[in-house]
């Protein structure tokens, strides 16, 4: 059967997959130990190695250890305003959830109403669930869709507790389809220079993938 394990992590913490079969990145390798650690990194847009390993929908999440989290922000108030980027936790420190909510969502208008689209690696831990239902309840004018590529440790009782609480507060729960991951990759993932954006490739299983994840979230739900 299919479930999320938290496997030892190899060089694939770092965002690097195990094998060599997304080489054509290895050059492209952002240089992770020049960072502190307790980091969040924020961009624009990230490296597509990162997001070909990071984002597979897979049966196990073997070194995936991180949230990436791709962000759109439509603000509807005096101005209205779109705003996007993305979040990356080192999983020591705080998750990309929370910093979602203490660096990003403040910057954003006071008293306006907030239309937030989340693309996530894997969907939320109980202490994001927890953080996300608050700032629901919070936050009147706050619409969250968060649009997830694997589920995280969905077995346990108590994470699927935490699933259900996000959806009572009003967060909308979403697997991603291939059209989703397609989406994320022309707006969310970097490009190398001198070169023609390369179209979506689909990983072999991803709609098979997709669609086990999204009997189980309807299971939960």
């Given amino acids: 059967k299919m479930a999320e394990k938290q496997e030892e992590p190899s060089n694939a913490q770092n965002g690097e997959p195990d094998n060599a079969e997304e080489g054509e990145g290895k050059k492209k390798k952002v240089k992770r130990e020049d960072l502190p650690p307790f980091e969040i990194v924020t961009g624009e847009r990230l490296p597509a190695i990162f997001f070909?390993?990071?984002f597979r929908n897979v049966e196990y999440s073997s070194g995936r250890n991180k949230t990436f989290l791709c962000y759109v922000v439509?603000?509807?108030g005096k101005e209205a305003a779109t705003s996007r980027g993305y979040l990356?936790?080192?999983h020591a420190a705080a998750h990309a959830e929370m910093a979602f909510f203490n660096t990003i969502l403040p910057k954003c208008q006071a008293g306006a109403r907030h239309d937030v689209t989340w693309y996530v690696s894997s969907s939320p831990c109980v202490a994001c669930a927890q953080r996300i239902c608050e700032a629901l309840r919070k936050n009147k004018g706050l619409r969250l869709?968060?649009?997830v590529g694997r589920l995280f440790m969905w077995e346990e009782p108590e994470m699927q507790a935490a699933l259900r609480s996000m959806k009572d507060a009003g967060c909308k729960?979403?697997?991603?389809?291939p059209q989703d991951f397609?989406?994320?990759?022309?707006?969310?993932?970097e490009q190398e220079e001198g070169e023609e954006a390369k179209s979506f490739v689909p990983w072999e299983d991803i709609?098979?993938?997709f669609q086990y994840y999204e009997e189980k979230l309807a299971e939960i739900l």
């Avoid at 729960?173 to 389809?177: A, P, S």
């Fill in 207 to 209: 709609q098979e993938n």
């Fill in 145 to 147: 869709t968060i649009m």
């Fill in 74 to 76: 439509e603000t509807q």
């Fill in 88 to 90: 990356e936790d080192e």
């Fill in 52 to 54: 070909k390993f990071q």
């Fill in 182 to 189: 397609e989406y994320v990759w022309k707006n969310f993932v």
């Fill in 173 to 177: 729960l979403r697997i991603m389809k």
